[in-house]
């Protein structure tokens, strides 16, 4: 089993930024991908970026291309989002996703991002 505890979601303006963080615990020596998905209001929830525990494979949304970075610290069993560029497009809540060795899914409990106009 592999918990997940995410931070940093809140309200900002167009053009700020945030910086979300989730954290694992558990079997965390099974942990191959850690990611972060989001989903809006009446939506299907999609990937928005994912890297694997050695950082050698980064996979980004096209929408989110070249504003977002993903990164993690093995040390810290964390990942995080640095969300820069802020669109209202953005808002959804985000959550956090680690995918283990046996490609079984664990998710975080989700964090609402909201971006005004």
């Known amino acids: 089993q592999v918990q997940l505890v995410e931070s940093g979601g809140g309200l900002v303006q167009a053009g700020g930024s945030l910086r979300l963080s989730c954290a694992a615990s558990?079997?965390?020596?099974?942990?191959?991908?850690m990611g972060w998905y989001r989903q809006a209001p009446g939506k299907q929830r999609d990937l928005v970026a994912s890297i694997t525990t050695s950082g050698g494979w980064i996979n980004y949304a096209d929408s989110v291309k070249g504003r977002f970075t993903i990164s993690r610290d093995n040390a810290k069993n964390t990942v995080y989002l640095q969300m820069n560029s802020l669109k209202p497009e953005d808002t959804a809540v985000y959550y956090c996703n680690v995918k283990t060795f046996r490609m079984t899914n664990y998710w975080g409990q989700g964090t609402q991002v909201t971006v005004s106009s």
């Open positions: 558990g079997s965390i020596f099974s942990i191959n991908v």
